[in-house]
C-alpha cells in the first residue's frame, strides 16, 4: 500500500520560511519521481515544483529562486523548502508521484497525500 504523508505546515509571516516534508512507503522511493502540488482557496490545484529520480529539478515560475525541492532516499522522504514567503503561498501543499513503469502492475496510478496547510498572514 502506497503512502505518503506531509508535513511541515503551519501559520508564517510574509518573508517566513518552512520546510515540508513528504515521507513515502510502500514504494521503492529512490527510482520514483516526486512533485508538490498546491490548492489555493477557491482555485486549481496546480504543480509547483518536480524532482527526478535522478535529482533534476523544475519548478513552477512564480516560486523560481525561492522554493527548493530536494529528497533524502535514504529517509524516503521528499522536501520543499520554501523562503520569502508571501500571502500568495497560502494553500493546502500535496506530495503526489505516479507509477510510471512499464514492468510495474501499477502503472498509471497516481497517488497523494491528504496535504498540509501553509497559511501566509501578518
Given amino acids: 500500500q502506497v503512502q505518503l504523508v506531509e508535513s511541515g505546515g503551519g501559520l508564517v509571516q510574509p518573508g517566513g520560511s518552512l520546510r515540508l516534508s513528504c515521507a513515502a512507503s510502500g514504494i521503492i522511493f529512490s527510482i520514483y519521481d516526486m512533485a508538490w502540488y498546491r490548492q ?45 514567503l508571501n500571502p500568495e503561498d497560502t494553500a493546502v501543499y500535496y506530495c503526489n508521484t505516479e507509477d510510471a513503469f512499464n514492468w510495474s502492475p501499477r502503472k498509471g496510478m497516481n497517488y497523494w497525500g491528504k496535504g498540509t496547510l501553509v497559511t501566509v498572514s501578518s
Fill in 40 to 84: 489555493a482557496p477557491g482555485k486549481q490545484r496546480e504543480l509547483v515544483a518536480t524532482i527526478t529520480s535522478g535529482d533534476t529539478t523544475n519548478y513552477t515560475d512564480s516560486v523560481k529562486g525561492r522554493f527548493t525541492i530536494s529528497r533524502d532516499n535514504a529517509k524516503n522522504t521528499v522536501y520543499l523548502q520554501m523562503n520569502s
